[in-house]
C-alpha cells in the first residue's frame, strides 16, 4: 500500500496554532484517499510556529496528486488556526507544495493546488 509523508507547517503569529481535530484528503489523477486524521498520539499537533509530519497510507496509487483538501473540525472551543503549506512527499519520492498562507476559520473544507 502506497504510503505518503505530510508536513504542515503552522503560521509563527500569535495564536496560529490551534487544537481542533485537522483532516486531509488527496486528490489525484487515479483516485481519492479517505478522510485522514492528522494526529499523533500524546502530542500537542498544529502549535505556533510547528512544522509537523504525518505518515498517510492510502489503499493504491493516487497517481499524480492535483490538489489536497483540508477540513478543521472543533475540539473543545472554536478556534482559527494559521496555515502556511502542506508539502507532500509521494511514494516516488516527489515532493509537492501546496501553499496556503492564510487564516482557516470555523469548520470548513479548504482546497488547496500545488504551487
Known amino acids: 500500500m502506497p504510503s505518503y509523508t505530510v508536513t504542515v507547517a503552522t503560521g509563527s503569529q500569535w495564536f496560529a496554532g490551534t487544537d481542533d481535530y485537522v483532516y486531509l484528503t488527496l486528490q489525484g489523477t487515479d483516485g481519492c ?7 499523533k498520539p500524546f502530542y500537542n499537533d498544529f502549535e505556533r510556529g510547528a512544522v509537523d509530519s504525518y505518515d498517510v ?3 493504491e496509487d493516487l497517481g499524480e496528486i492535483q490538489l489536497i483538501k483540508i ?9 482559527d488556526w494559521y496555515l502556511k503549506y502542506i508539502t507532500v512527499k509521494t511514494p516516488v519520492g ?4 501546496f501553499p496556503c ?7 470548513k473544507e479548504v482546497v ?4
Open 112 to 115: 488547496l493546488r500545488d504551487g
Open 57 to 59: 497510507t492510502v489503499e
Open 33 to 39: 484517499s479517505e478522510r485522514h486524521l492528522l494526529d
Open 71 to 79: 477540513e478543521k473540525r472543533k475540539y473543545w472551543y472554536q478556534d
Open 94 to 97: 516527489d515532493y509537492l507544495e
Open 101 to 107: 498562507y492564510r487564516w482557516i476559520t470555523d469548520e
